[in-house]
């Protein structure tokens, strides 16, 4: 089998000691193959073909997320998200950030992308501070800080000393959603875990918490390169 060709792209296939098969497809389409080192081949081309419609539909939507990530050049007229809206890209040396429903970025485009980000990232801090304060009053913790990160698989995170991280890119998301994960994170301040009374100690403050995080699947590769 080793790494053969699946709907024109490559599969990788690694072997270890571990005891079960497991399949997954990555942000650029490759289907990873994870087996034991004994595993005969015809039992994990079995799996994959037992498998094939999930992975096709799956792999589809990776790569067409993956032309969209490469097709965005930061020109004039295409659109960046901010808290859920699209806006417009204007180009200036004037201003940087959105007004009135345009966002301004820098003439020289090797400037774009950093302008974009640190702009969503400083009015992402105030943001998170501001709701960060209200929602821990109600939930009576307190924590120790906010960071802004540039990271691209967490939207956010809580250290043990209450400290709480967002990536910029959860600005780009509506409100609502933005604010579930402020709660979640501040959850952990009380739970270090995803126990049945975590969910309940943000189901206190957000009764429609699941319901705001379906945007996080939906714009999972905003900001990914």
């Known amino acids: 089998l080793g790494r053969k060709a699946f709907m024109n792209s490559e599969i990788d296939l690694r072997r270890s000691r571990r005891k079960t098969l497991s399949l997954r497809v990555t942000q650029d389409g490759i289907v990873q193959i994870r087996a034991p080192g004994g595993m005969p081949q015809e039992v994990i081309a079995a799996f994959i073909k037992k498998h094939e419609t999930w992975l096709r539909l ?20 295409q659109k960046l ?14 201003k940087i950030g959105v007004f009135e429903g345009e966002f301004y970025l820098p003439l020289e485009k090797e400037n774009r992308s950093l302008a974009a980000k640190q702009w969503i990232s400083q009015q992402g801090l105030l943001l998170a ?4 304060a209200y929602f821990s009053s ?21 250290s043990g000393k209450s400290r709480l991280c967002f990536s910029y890119r959860l600005f780009c998301l509506p409100l609502e959603t933005v604010e579930a994960v402020i709660v979640h994170e501040l959850a952990h301040i009380r739970e270090h875990n995803h126990s049945p009374r975590f969910y309940k100690t943000i189901q206190a403050v957000l009764p429609d918490y699941k319901q705001r995080c379906i945007p996080l699947k939906e714009f999972e590769h905003i900001g990914k390169a």
């Open 81 to 94: 998200l901010y808290l859920g809206k699209e806006n417009p890209i204007v180009l200036s040396q004037e």
């Open 58 to 77: 799956h792999q589809q939507q990776a790569l067409a997320k993956k032309r969209r990530r490469e097709a965005f050049e930061f020109e004039e007229g």
């Open 129 to 132: 501070q501001q709701k960060a």
């Open 138 to 158: 109600q939930m009576g913790v307190t924590l120790a800080g906010i960071k802004i990160t540039q990271a691209e698989k967490r939207w956010g995170s809580c």
